[in-house]
């Protein structure tokens, strides 16, 4: 089986390599410059030039604000040895939901968010963590989201397709809080976003994401994003625009050509501002969390398959 995989990675890698880093419209926002920061595996726009990344499995708990050069401005240091956090999602102003929902294995009886404060200066805080729990069995998952509504989603990372999992509008931290399946999403979902007009989402990949109307969930259209080590994760600005990053030491954030997301979205209106964005977070003196209580949309063919073998590879690869 290692050599199957092995073998499908090498021929996706040779296939893929034809294609351009970068596409013309793709803009390098920064690199991030914390060497620290080797592992992001999200990122949510804060506003103001301002971005929140985690490193997943291996870290402590701690969600990293970077300014618009790629400097560290801020952390947050909420946990000291969470299991596997891959995933941010706004949670209001000045606030991110982290997601300690990485599950390689499938075998955990629950999953974990708590809601954190991000900005300028170090703080370190004690969320309460709310415990999930999924309706049908483990599942791996790597991708968090929050409609502008404020409801939190849980996207998992599945071989077969991944499925889209709505958190309880009321959390109850003494929990388990049962999650309400929603509707299919692309296979090895590695992030996603909801846009500020609340009526579509994005779902990423390694090599590709997929936009999806909300709340039907109807596959509105894919698009490529840019080539980068390990690309898991994907964040949509006020302003509709859509950014992604990679693992990786000094990995690029890039803001996908809005060409290509608009040609996806078509005649949809543009996005509107977000009412649940962060603006510019406050100082670092408040440590208090304040808690309130790819679907593939069709067949999938020849290049998708080898995107998918690829995406096995380096899965295999990445450490438990």
């Given amino acids: 089986?290692?050599?199957?995989?092995?073998?499908?990675?090498?021929?996706?890698?040779?296939?893929?390599?034809?294609?351009?880093?970068?596409?013309?419209?793709?803009?390098?926002?920064?690199?991030?410059?914390?060497?620290?920061?080797?592992?992001?595996?999200?990122?949510?726009?804060?506003?103001?030039?301002?971005?929140?990344?985690?490193?997943?499995?291996?870290?402590?708990?701690?969600?990293?604000?970077?300014?618009?050069?790629?400097?560290?401005?801020?952390?947050?240091?909420?946990?000291a040895d969470p299991v596997d956090v891959e995933g941010l999602a706004p949670a209001g102003r000045h606030?991110?939901?982290?997601?300690?929902?990485?599950?390689?294995?499938?075998?955990?009886?629950?999953?974990?968010?708590?809601?954190?404060?991000?900005?300028?200066?170090?703080?370190?805080?004690?969320?309460?963590?709310?415990?999930?729990?999924?309706?049908?069995?483990?599942?791996?998952?790597?991708?968090?989201?929050?409609h502008p509504d404020g409801r939190i989603f849980v996207a998992t990372k599945d071989w077969g397709g991944g499925r889209l999992y709505a958190v309880p509008e009321r959390l109850d931290p003494d929990g388990p809080n049962r999650l309400k399946e929603v509707a299919p999403v692309i296979p090895m979902a590695t992030d996603g976003a909801f846009f500020p007009d609340g009526r579509h989402l994005v779902v990423r990949g390694y090599y590709s994401a997929t936009i999806y109307d909300w709340p039907s969930m109807d596959r509105v259209g894919s698009f490529r994003t840019p080539d980068q080590e390990q690309g898991e994760a994907i964040g949509v600005t006020a302003e509709g625009e859509v950014v992604v990053t990679s693992e990786g030491i000094r990995a690029e954030v890039i803001r996908v050509d809005p060409e290509l997301v608009s040609a996806v979205l078509g005649d949809e209106p543009s996005p509107t501002a977000d009412p649940t964005a962060v603006d510019e977070p406050e100082p670092a003196n408040k440590d208090d969390a304040g808690d309130?209580?790819?679907?593939?949309?069709?067949?999938l063919g020849p290049v998708a398959l080898v995107v998918l073998a690829v995406a096995a590879y380096f899965l295999f690869r990445k450490r438990s």
Wanted: proline share 5%; charged share 15%.
């Fill in 1 to 79: 089986m290692k050599a199957v995989v092995a073998a499908a990675g090498a021929l996706g890698l040779v296939l893929i390599s034809s294609v351009p880093a970068h596409a013309a419209g793709d803009d390098v926002l920064f690199a991030f410059s914390d060497p620290t920061i080797s592992e992001a595996s999200a990122l949510t726009p804060l506003g103001k030039g301002l971005y929140a990344t985690t490193n997943d499995s291996g870290d402590s708990g701690r969600v990293f604000t970077v300014d618009s050069s790629g400097d560290t401005v801020g952390v947050t240091h909420w946990a």
């Fill in 95 to 146: 606030h991110v939901w982290v997601g300690d929902i990485g599950d390689n294995n499938s075998v955990w009886d629950s999953i974990r968010i708590a809601k954190v404060p991000v900005g300028r200066g170090e703080r370190t805080v004690s969320p309460t963590v709310y415990e999930l729990v999924y309706p049908d069995g483990p599942h791996n998952a790597e991708s968090l989201l929050t």
């Fill in 292 to 299: 309130n209580g790819e679907d593939s949309g069709g067949a």
